[in-house]
């Protein structure tokens, strides 16, 4: 049965103690860091359990277990506790006689805590008693130990989601068979799934991937795990919003304290505004600000891949210039504004009739050329 406090995992090893060994009292106290106070965990009295309560070990039959430089540290007192301990003043309500405690120890062997019984008549000292006591005490210490590493590994764990929740990226952590470990509020946020949606779960499970998207991820995840490298990749990732972004994907290895890698993380860097400005910015470099069409460097790229394209292919291509008649009093009687707006008017008539593999483009004022592509024959041109 569960015990008021939550620290002990049952109360039926005191329960033990206290009706194998026939004494009033039987509970376990956990120490402090300094050895100077216990806190009881459990403690049961005539057989029904007691409010736990904390005191201080100075004067008391247990501070000597603390103190004991033997490797299983023991107190027994057959008889006349209350003569031997004249200040514990709950021994001395209770007119304790006898006493028994032994010390348990964590992983590293430091003392924690300790299990005792008291009673209110001498008590006996046989090996019967020594054995029985001492495998329920063991059981105890063991009991204390596990729920202490339960408990650190509840706070490690704790500390490390808050610490996952506040950074700015998707965060993620699988085992080696891609079984999500951990992922992070923003990783929720992105992706429109709840933490117990995805635990325990693959990529595939979660997501619907396609299959070359899945072959790509499984790929990386096991280019990570077999040389314990990070990698980088850029993708585009689908959001619970419904929109597109830019990501650059870093998976990286995780690993145990012995280095031995043990899974595998992953985070999503958002890169779409950095994209979009390189994509303006190469859209600027190539492209006429007045009329959208290419520029004249755009143009020459454009004539090169044509050219070579041609040879390739055996297909033909034609080159156009031509600009306008009477532009120039066009602007002096009616100004650069509309100029400008015929300029961009003629811009898109060519567009218009030519194909969608042609390129037109302003090579300045009003000079235009066209790039002609993949013609059979001199009279396409026209």
């Given at each position: 049965?569960?015990?008021?406090?939550?620290?002990?995992?049952?109360?039926?090893?005191?329960?033990?103690?206290?009706?194998?060994?026939?004494?009033?009292?039987?509970?376990?106290?956990?120490?402090?860091?300094?050895?100077?106070?216990?806190?009881?965990?459990?403690?049961?009295?005539?057989?029904?359990?007691?409010?736990?309560?904390?005191?201080?070990?100075a004067g008391t039959p247990c501070e000597g277990i603390y103190t004991s430089t033997d490797t299983q540290p023991h107190a027994h007192h057959f008889e006349n506790l209350c003569d031997l301990f004249p200040d514990d003043i709950a021994l001395i309500d209770l007119g304790a006689e006898g006493y028994r405690a032994e010390a348990f120890q964590d992983a590293?062997?430091?003392?924690?805590?300790?299990?005792?019984?008291?009673?209110?008549?001498?008590m006996d000292d046989t090996l019967d008693d020594m054995a029985f006591f001492r495998l329920i005490s063991q059981r105890v210490g063991s009991e204390i130990n596990r729920w202490q590493a339960d408990a650190a590994q509840k706070e490690e764990r704790h500390l490390l989601q808050t610490v996952v929740?506040?950074?700015p990226v998707p965060v993620s952590l699988c085992d080696t068979d891609g079984n999500y470990l951990l992922i992070n509020r923003l990783f929720e946020d992105w992706y429109g799934k709840l933490n117990e949606q995805v635990i325990g779960r693959t990529a595939?499970?979660?997501?619907?991937?396609?299959?070359?998207?899945?072959q790509a991820r499984l790929t990386a995840e096991a280019q990570v795990l077999r040389t314990g490298e990070t990698i980088n990749r850029?993708?585009?990732?689908?959001?619970?919003?419904?929109?597109?972004?830019?990501?650059?994907?870093?998976?990286?290895?995780?690993?145990?304290?012995?280095?031995?890698?043990?899974?595998?993380?992953?985070?999503?860097?958002?890169?779409?505004?950095?994209?979009?400005?390189?994509?303006d910015i190469h859209r600027m470099a190539m492209s006429d600000p007045l009329t959208g069409l290419a520029n004249r460097n755009s143009f020459v790229r454009h004539l090169e891949e044509a050219v070579s394209m041609a040879k390739r292919t055996g297909k033909s291509i034609a080159l156009m210039m031509l600009d306008l008649d009477k532009f120039k009093p066009v602007n002096d009687t009616f100004g650069h504004l509309v100029g400008d707006a015929l300029l961009k008017d003629v811009s898109e008539k060519m567009k218009a009739v030519c194909r969608e593999t042609d390129i037109v483009a302003r090579l300045g004022g009003d000079e235009f050329a066209i790039i002609l592509t993949t013609l059979d024959k001199p009279d396409d041109i026209g």
């Open positions: 049965s569960e015990c008021g406090n939550g620290h002990m995992g049952s109360d039926q090893c005191p329960l033990v103690l206290a009706l194998g060994l026939d004494c009033k009292i039987a509970a376990v106290g956990e120490a402090n860091a300094d050895k100077t106070q216990v806190r009881l965990l459990v403690i049961l009295k005539d057989g029904e359990l007691v409010e736990p309560y904390t005191y201080d070990l590293d062997g430091n003392r924690i805590g300790h299990v005792f019984v008291i009673d209110d008549k001498p929740d506040n950074l595939d499970q979660v997501f619907n991937i396609s299959a070359d998207a899945l850029e993708e585009m990732k689908s959001l619970a919003d419904g929109s597109q972004r830019y990501v650059i994907v870093t998976k990286f290895p995780v690993r145990d304290s012995s280095g031995k890698i043990t899974g595998f993380g992953s985070t999503s860097t958002d890169i779409t505004e950095r994209k979009r400005a390189e994509e």
